[in-house]
């Protein structure tokens, strides 16, 4: 194919893209579905992040659970009682807004809450796609130093909220909070972002109050 | 597009990718260059563990580094005399053989010894694009878990060598070493698996000498 017609093959994918996640963002709105996009390069801790939550959340949680392959987050859900949907990608890099759709109908009924969707683990390719989620949170660890907003700005630009996981290595891998911070400011200065631990808990209250405040 | 003519495009695209990528190996490897393809994960630490090698193998090494955006690494390698050709793909999400053949012919020569490709920080899409390469080395980071053999098959199945970088940091990451090691074993026995530190330098000749004795 020449260059123009792959342009226009990924013009007409993304539109078709965006208007499934509209339809699936209002249908979750007329039903008291808020919906959460769960962006984050592998081993950020989205998991551990969406349990954290889920104890804190005064509503009913559930999760759809992008993997490329595995089930192991899925486990870890539903043994904390998280109702839990798997979708396996089996190589794809992202979710987009039809296999969301399609696992929504899937289910059956949701019932009113939070619907946490853990996309595939990686800071580039599902920054490019809406699901038809409220807002995205994005998660990124302290240990994978602070330079992430500079090198993958996409998923800090489109990032309602930031959570900087595993705060408690920062000073142990050379975590430059102000570098960090000001690479966010210059991309998107609305942008809230959190110090934590999803695993020891710190800085969870307030990230869960946020998310509390923010949603319908 | 249906989907069979999706498919097809794709296979077209791989195929000419491959044939591409085998050209290149083929130049290199005419002019005495040995060239290792970097992959891993936003944050693994792959330039820094380049850095380590540059200043432990006995021959010169280049660099061609690649990113969404910045060259933030392309300045740390040049501060340490490696020279390095900045590849900035504005959002793509891996490199291919075309970007690698083009970055190649504009250097004009390389010197003999090693060429290093610094891949997109992904652990998804590079996996699946060779670009001219001898050998793949993965680096993962300990803090980032022990479970990215399960999720993430292609890169460990398809790795020569695989580096778990920030080896110090696994304890407090409650890194389980069997469960990772068994979960590349399934995937691929022959793997070379080394644990290290690239920041403090720990596994670091090991790994060096690996490369020497693999390497023409």
Request: aromatic content about 6%.
């Amino acid at each position: 194919m020449s260059e123009s017609k792959d342009i226009k093959v990924m013009e007409n994918i993304m539109d078709k893209n965006d208007a499934i996640a509209l339809d699936t963002q209002k249908a979750l709105s007329d039903k008291g579905i808020f919906c959460i996009n769960v962006m984050g390069a592998p081993g950020a801790g989205k998991t551990t992040t969406i349990t954290a939550l889920a104890k804190r959340l005064s509503r009913q949680v559930t999760v759809i659970e992008g993997d490329i392959e595995s089930d192991i987050d899925t486990k870890a859900l539903n043994a904390i009682g998280v109702p839990t949907v798997q979708i396996n990608t089996h190589g794809a890099c992202h979710l987009d807004s039809p296999s969301i759709a399609q696992a929504i109908d899937g289910i059956g009924g949701i019932n009113p809450g939070y619907l946490f969707i853990e996309n595939i683990g990686n800071l580039v390719c599902p920054a490019e796609f809406n699901i038809g989620e409220h807002m995205k949170l994005l998660i990124v660890s302290a240990a994978d130093g602070s330079d992430k907003p500079y090198k993958y700005p996409l998923a800090f630009e489109k990032a309602d909220l930031i959570l900087v996981n595993k705060y408690d290595l920062a000073a142990l891998a050379d975590f430059d909070e102000d570098y960090f911070l000001q690479g966010i400011r210059r991309l998107h200065p609305d942008a809230k972002v959190i110090m934590v631990s999803a695993k020891k808990g710190e800085g969870m209250d307030e990230a869960a109050k946020w998310l509390e405040d923010r949603a319908f």
